[in-house]
């Protein structure tokens, strides 16, 4: 059996998105930015799919920006806002994805920003309280706080970070990558400034993502060279992909709840057959359910010989998964996010995370691989 647990870091493609993408690919070569008709017509397709995003997201289309990706996007909020509001100082989290926490660090190494890193406990929940105080000793800062750790499966209060936000007069950007098309975002009732979506988190193809700018905000682009995305991102726009991720999450609106009460059962169904079948299993996170991503599951096992082993003999046996988030594949300094909750380096973890199209099968199949392995340590 091969069994893909690592949809974090990647999903498969919806067979309708393919079908959408195909017919674009097939049918509307014509380059959005030219005045003829074969232009013409592929620049409508291009809008539609702002509007379908937009509309999902209760904003305005005026307001999304597509991208390459999530990282672009981050990216893109974070340099080009703290450089239009002549920002000072910065403020996230440790745990953060490195699109957003290397960025901030090469700004402070670069003497443009002073950074501070909120506190995390051990289940990794960020200090609102110690949030508050900073932006009380400095207003008009710039803060970026994900809504969902892409390791952990934590979910951050963004709203209330929002509120806490706009009572300082901060700048808040979240990378909400982990939870768009997972979970509901109305932004006519959220305090935020920027937001980023990866259409590959959510069943859409790799390659191309999105930024949302608060209408109030003027930032300049990141990338020159064309009058695309309305003057903000030059370059021919990836239409196809463009496509496929208006696809993907419309799609995901639409089976948002049958796919949350799914997937949470397979989550579930893992973490209590881990707990019956394997002792000294814990789990690294927030475990509360209400406060943990559907789709993600970090294990922390008690086979203390086997190191990065464990994943190797997992994918011999067919099992893809995760040693932490998929972007530090290949490294050997190990996960920034197990370090900053003090995870017990001798312990090897695992991301385990699901998509709709896991099964309860594929549980038992991974479940036993991991007692079998453990067994041998």
């Given at each position: 059996?091969?069994?893909?647990?690592?949809?974090?870091?990647?999903?498969?493609?919806?067979?309708?998105?393919?079908?959408?993408?195909?017919?674009?690919?097939?049918?509307?070569?014509?380059?959005?930015?030219?005045?003829?008709?074969?232009?013409?017509?592929?620049?409508?397709?291009?809008?539609?799919?702002?509007?379908?995003?937009?509309?999902?997201?209760?904003?305005?289309?005026?307001?999304?920006?597509?991208?390459?990706?999530?990282?672009?996007?981050?990216?893109?909020?974070?340099?080009?806002a703290?450089?239009?509001?002549?920002?000072?100082?910065?403020?996230?989290?440790?745990?953060?994805?490195?699109?957003?926490?290397?960025?901030?660090?090469?700004l402070?190494?670069?003497?443009?920003?002073?950074?501070?890193?909120?506190?995390?406990?051990?289940?990794?929940?960020?200090?609102?309280?110690?949030?508050?105080?900073?932006?009380?000793?400095?207003?008009?800062?710039?803060v970026?706080?994900?809504?969902?750790?892409?390791?952990?499966?934590?979910?951050a209060?963004?709203?209330?970070?929002?509120?806490?936000?706009?009572?300082?007069?901060?700048?808040?950007?979240?990378?909400?990558?982990?939870?768009?098309?997972?979970?509901?975002?109305?932004?006519?009732?959220?305090?935020?400034?920027?937001?980023?979506?990866?259409?590959?988190?959510?069943?859409?193809?790799?390659?191309?993502?999105?930024?949302?700018?608060?209408?109030?905000?003027?930032?300049?682009?990141?990338?020159?060279?064309?009058a695309?995305?309305?003057?903000?991102?030059?370059?021919?726009?990836?239409?196809?992909?463009?496509?496929?991720?208006?696809?993907?999450?419309?799609?995901?609106?639409?089976?948002?709840?049958?796919?949350?009460?799914?997937?949470?059962?397979?989550?579930?169904?893992?973490?209590?057959?881990?707990?019956?079948?394997?002792?000294?299993?814990?789990?690294?996170?927030?475990?509360?359910?209400?406060?943990?991503?559907?789709?993600?599951?970090?294990?922390?096992?008690?086979?203390?010989?086997?190191?990065?082993m464990?994943?190797?003999?997992?994918?011999?046996?067919?099992?893809?998964?995760?040693g932490?988030?998929?972007?530090?594949?290949?490294?050997?300094i190990?996960?920034?996010?197990?370090?900053?909750?003090?995870?017990?380096?001798?312990?090897?973890?695992?991301?385990?995370?699901?998509?709709?199209?896991?099964?309860?099968?594929?549980?038992?199949?991974?479940?036993?691989?991991?007692?079998?392995?453990?067994?041998h340590?």
């Open positions: 059996m091969q069994v893909y647990f690592d949809n974090a870091a990647t999903t498969a493609l919806d067979k309708n998105v393919i079908e959408a993408m195909v017919k674009t690919l097939t049918e509307n070569f014509g380059n959005p930015s030219s005045i003829h008709a074969h232009g013409r017509e592929t620049k409508t397709i291009i809008e539609q799919a702002r509007r379908t995003v937009a509309k999902l997201l209760n904003t305005s289309p005026s307001e999304i920006f597509f991208t390459s990706g999530g990282t672009e996007a981050d990216n893109m909020a974070i340099v080009r703290i450089e239009a509001y002549q920002i000072t100082h910065a403020i996230t989290s440790p745990i953060e994805h490195h699109a957003v926490l290397h960025t901030l660090e090469e402070e190494k670069a003497g443009k920003i002073h950074l501070d890193l909120l506190e995390v406990d051990a289940e990794g929940n960020i200090n609102l309280a110690q949030l508050e105080q900073l932006l009380a000793a400095n207003p008009r800062t710039f970026s706080l994900m809504h969902a750790n892409n390791e952990l499966g934590n979910l209060d963004i709203k209330r970070i929002g509120e806490i936000c706009e009572q300082y007069q901060a700048v808040f950007h979240s990378d909400t990558v982990q939870t768009m098309g997972h979970y509901p975002h109305n932004l006519a009732d959220l305090k935020v400034d920027f937001i980023t979506g990866a259409a590959h988190k959510f069943h859409g193809p790799k390659g191309v993502g999105f930024l949302y700018i608060n209408g109030r905000n003027k930032i300049k682009p990141l990338i020159y060279g064309g695309q995305e309305r003057n903000m991102r030059g370059g021919t726009e990836n239409v196809y992909g463009i496509v496929g991720l208006s696809k993907a999450l419309e799609i995901a609106y639409a089976e948002m709840d049958q796919h949350q009460s799914y997937i949470q059962s397979i989550k579930d169904y893992m973490k209590s057959q881990l707990i019956t079948q394997i002792p000294g299993v814990e789990f690294n996170g927030e475990q509360e359910t209400a406060k943990s991503l559907y789709t993600v599951l970090n294990v922390s096992l008690p086979c203390s010989n086997m190191g990065d464990l994943l190797f003999n997992l994918d011999i046996k067919g099992i893809s998964a995760s932490g988030s998929a972007c530090s594949s290949g490294s050997d190990g996960s920034h996010v197990l370090r900053a909750i003090k995870s017990n380096p001798d312990r090897p973890s695992v991301r385990f995370s699901f998509s709709k199209f896991n099964t309860i099968e594929e549980v038992d199949f991974v479940v036993a691989a991991l007692k079998e392995i453990c067994n340590d």
